[in-house]
Structures are given as C-alpha cells and as structure tokens.
C-alpha cells in the first residue's frame, strides 16, 4: 500500500500556539517526506522537507519530526499565526527511473489560527 | 519569472463534451505532472511525463488524456468518460533530482 495517513482533520489553535499535524506511512521504500501548504484557490507551496536519515528538521517556525521505527512524521508549527492559516498537505514519494518523482499525498489538514 | 502557468483559472463544461487544460512551464523541468483535488482527499495523481513524447498513468487516469509534444507544455483533456469531473485540477513539474513546483490551478465545474 502506498499510503499515507493524516490528521487531524481540521485544527483551531490560538495565537501563539502550537500546531501538530501528523502522518503515517506503511511503504518502507519512500525516502523523501515533503509537507506542503495551500491557500484557497492556489496551488500547493513547499514548506519544508526531510529524508528519513534525519530525525528532526527545523526551518524558522516549522519544523519536521521523523520517527523511522514508528513509520511517522509530523510537522510542529511553533508561534502560530493567523497567517498561517491554510490547509498543509503531507507526502511521501520514492525513488523511480527517470526524471519523474511520484508524490503521495495524505488528506490534508485545514489550520485555523485565531487572532 | 519562471513558474508554471494554468488556463484557464475556471472552466464549466457541460455533460458529454470534453475540454481542455492548459499547463505551460518555463522553468525548463523535464518531468510534468497532473493531479486532481476533491475536497478532503487530497491530492491524487492523473498522469505524469518525464519527457517528451512519453507519459505514464497515474492513480486515477481513467477519463482523461494528456500529450507531451513539447518540453514546455503539458495538456490535460477530460473526456466524457469521466463521469465526476467536477474538482480542482493542479499541474507540476520537477527538475531531475529536485522538488515540485505547482501551478495556480484549474476549476472545472459540471454545468
């Protein structure tokens, strides 16, 4: 199964706050891990990335959390804004022949940070 | 700028026609991708093409087509066979190696 798994949902956070999404995956070949964000009506944004050689990466306020053994991955948003509110997509893909790199995507999660 | 450009931004069709989705590039990337967009399933892949002249079915390919006649351009057809065409249809490419870059979208709506 090439899977990928993701909740919550929907998350409300306040201000400041912290924001925890979390994915699951169960094909032991995928080996890039992306998170995504995407505004209404617009196309998905990289946002920060992670291969599973690493166990936690951080770029300003994001940050990915790797769990090999466990087979999870979560992004952590620390100081939420309103700004990010958005919907943030997880993905997993593999290596493939070829220039092409097949994305799988989990459901998404639509972040409200209220003011 | 580079980046990938998608036409139209919305698009109705009626039921049994077949329309057409724009997807230029000019960020020279050699692989092209299309995935469609349902509320609260994410993202799910159509088809792909690493090069020209050659694409490959994705998850969901049933309904549509595609062509790859040059490197910059990377059209969808939804054909009359898609019974449930109505859904956000995005467009990406990626450099050998690198990450996506998507487009802006297409709305396409059932009238």
């Known amino acids: 199964q090439q899977q990928v798994k993701q909740s919550p949902q929907s998350l409300i956070v306040q201000k400041g706050g912290i924001s925890i999404i979390n994915c699951a995956y169960e094909?032991?070949?995928?080996?890039?891990f992306p998170w995504y964000q995407q505004f209404p009506g617009k196309g998905p944004a990289l946002l920060i990335a992670?291969?599973?050689?690493?166990s936690e990466k951080k770029e300003g306020r994001f940050t990915i959390s790797f769990n090999k053994s466990a087979k999870q991955f979560s992004l952590h948003i620390m100081d939420s804004q309103p700004g990010d509110s958005a919907t943030y997509f997880c993905?997993?893909?593999?290596?493939?022949?070829?220039?092409?790199?097949?994305?799988?995507f989990g459901s998404g999660t639509q972040l409200t940070v209220l003011p | 700028d580079g980046g990938i450009t998608q036409s139209p931004k919305y698009l109705f069709r009626k039921e049994g026609q077949n329309v057409t989705l724009s997807c230029e590039q000019n960020?020279?990337?050699?692989?092209m991708y299309w995935y469609r967009q349902d509320p609260g399933q994410g993202l799910r892949l159509i088809y792909y093409?690493?090069?020209?002249?050659?694409?490959q079915k994705g998850d969901i390919a049933e309904g549509y087509s595609v062509s790859r006649e040059k490197k910059e351009s990377f059209p969808l057809t939804v054909t009359s066979a898609q019974k449930n065409p109505t859904a956000f249809y995005l467009c990406?490419?990626?450099?050998?190696?690198?990450?996506?870059?998507f487009g802006s979208g297409t709305r396409l709506t059932v009238v």
């Open positions: 990406a490419s990626t450099p050998l190696g690198g990450g996506y870059t």
């Open positions: 094909n032991t070949a995928f080996d890039y």
């Open positions: 992670i291969r599973p050689d690493v």
């Open positions: 993905a997993a893909s593999m290596k493939s022949s070829g220039s092409a790199r097949q994305l799988t």
């Open positions: 960020l020279n990337h050699d692989a």
């Open positions: 093409s690493q090069i020209v002249n050659d694409f």
